[in-house]
T-cell receptor
Framework: ELKVEQNPLFLSMQEGKNYTIYCNYS?????LYWYRQDPGKSLESLFV?????AVKQEGRLMASLDTKARLSTLHITAAVHDLSATYFC???????????FGAGTRLTVKP | DSGVTQTPKHLITATGQRVTLRCSPR?????VYWYQQSLDQGLQFLIQ???????AKGNILERFSAQQFPDLHSELNLSSLELGDSALYFC??????????????FGPGTRLTVL
């Protein structure tokens, strides 16, 4: 069964600092996603990573994928308050089209 | 505004009842996805339709069913409702038929409360 583990679950950062969120998954996958959710709001797609070694960047966020290690990272550079949100990773199973989400990382960026 | 609309925004009903949630995708998008978010279960992918056909199935209960109509809007039917079905239900749309091959755009969600 495909399992997705995200850590940390809670992250409190100071503005200007860097940090990384980790997403581990249990079985072979060919597709990994990152989403953002603001409190009380819907989801926003951030990145879709399609192959080993894929790296995507948007502003202060950079996502990477290592399919051999079954690991994706979401790196936050020089955090700002606007990045405060919950971030989810999700993985599509290679064997079928099921998709599993991590529990989410609640990020708080403090001034 | 993502361009994806969902109705109703809120729905309160009783156990054992049946409800229908509606989703209209962005103009031109052929894929519609349904997700459930609850405190107990977290985020779960339910099902994907592409141009009227089921393309991917996730953790969807047998009491739940969905369909996509020729005008591409989709409906999620939930029957024999239980307290545990209380959740936020999101739909998303994209242009691709391959799950997640391109960016998904999410609707605002329908909050279902089962009493």
């Amino acid at each position: 069964e495909l399992k997705v583990e995200q850590n940390p679950l809670f992250l409190s950062m100071q503005e200007g600092k860097n940090y990384t969120i980790y997403c581990n998954y249990s079985t072979t996958s060919d597709r990994l996603y990152w989403y953002r959710q603001d409190p009380g709001k819907s989801l926003e797609s951030l990145f879709v990573l399609l192959s080993n070694g894929a790296v995507k960047q948007e502003g202060r966020l950079m996502a990477s994928l290592d399919t051999k290690a079954r690991l994706s990272t979401l790196h936050i550079t020089a955090a700002v308050h606007d990045l405060s949100a919950t971030y989810f990773c999700a993985v599509r199973s290679y064997n079928n089209n099921d998709m599993r989400f991590g529990a989410g990382t609640r990020l708080t960026v403090k001034p | 505004d993502s361009g994806v609309t969902q109705t109703p925004k809120h729905l309160i009903t009783a156990t054992g009842q049946r409800v229908t949630l509606r989703c209209s995708p962005r103009s031109g998008d052929l894929s519609v996805y349904w997700y459930q978010q609850s405190l107990d279960q977290g985020l779960q992918f339910l099902i994907q339709y592409y141009n009227g056909e089921e393309r991917a199935k996730g953790n969807i209960l047998e009491r739940f069913s969905a369909q996509q109509f020729p005008d591409l809007h989709s409906e999620l039917n939930l029957s024999s409702l239980e307290l545990g079905d209380s959740a936020l239900y999101f739909c998303a749309s994209s242009g691709s038929d391959r799950l997640g091959a391109d960016t998904q755009y999410f609707g605002p969600g329908t909050r279902l409360t089962v009493l």
